[in-house]
């Protein structure tokens, strides 16, 4: 989902997805030379990637102190949180005035690959949780709404990161299967309803957590997210 094509940014989609699954916390340090040996690319391609990053919010570069993966303050969390509302909220009324029966198919077979992986692996959980948002927007036909969606959605795996409480993934399975039959009864108040509710309660589990590791080995796990050649 939303891969990219060009040679430089394989290192963006992987640097990406590892802080979107939590490999890489916030505030861990992403060294240029590091990063670019681990990957076999120069520190130009490196930095373009970071750059790209920065602007979206996941990678904080600061001049003549390098990058990191970025650290949301609490006020940014509730912020992120209030706009996601908003996005989503207008995702729900769009699908809901469209014909069900492709949305469906494609949310259910998505639901089946949260399911398959639930309790068994935990990066993967959390990957296609925020997947299954993403999808959601891509459904409304909206390129722009769905860039939004996809932004916003890994912001906010980055806040989780940072500040979550352990949290069973079984109950937004649950909650995305909800969702999914008030879009296939074209229920707009039930399934904005059921939104709201879901986000809520990722909201409510964002709490601070002070044990973080910040002294992972970012080129061992970068290493699980090199492209295959």
């Known amino acids: 989902m939303y891969k990219s094509s060009t040679r430089s940014f394989p290192v963006y989609d992987s640097l990406r997805q590892a802080i979107i699954e939590q490999a890489l ?3 861990v340090k992403l060294p240029e030379d590091s990063i670019g040996e681990t990957f076999g690319v120069s520190r130009t391609i490196v930095r373009n990637a970071l750059v790209r990053l920065d602007a979206e919010g996941l990678v904080d570069i600061q001049p003549n102190r390098g990058a990191s993966v970025a650290e949301p303050t609490i006020e940014e969390a509730y912020d992120i ?3 996601r509302q908003c996005l989503e909220r207008e995702v729900m009324q769009r699908l809901c005035a469209m014909d069900p029966k492709p949305i469906i198919k494609a949310l259910k077979d998505h639901l089946a690959e949260e399911e398959k992986y639930l309790g068994k692996d935990g990066t993967r959980s959390i990957r296609l949780a925020g997947e299954f948002h993403i999808l959601l927007a891509e459904l409304t036909g909206s390129r722009i709404l769905a860039n939004y969606v996809n932004e916003i959605v890994s912001r906010c795996s980055l806040i989780l990161a940072r500040f979550a409480q352990a949290h069973s993934a079984e109950c937004g399975v649950e909650e995305h299967a909800e969702i999914i039959e008030a879009i296939a009864r074209g229920d707009a ?7 709201h509710s879901h986000l809520h309660g990722v909201q409510d589990r964002a ?4 044990e973080d590791d910040r002294t992972e080995n970012v080129a061992q796990i970068l290493s699980r997210y090199r492209p295959e050649k």
């Open 25 to 27: 916390k916030p505030g």
């Open 81 to 83: 949180f209030d706009m």
């Open 189 to 195: 108040e039930r399934a904005t309803t059921q939104m």
């Open 207 to 210: 709490l601070l957590n002070p």
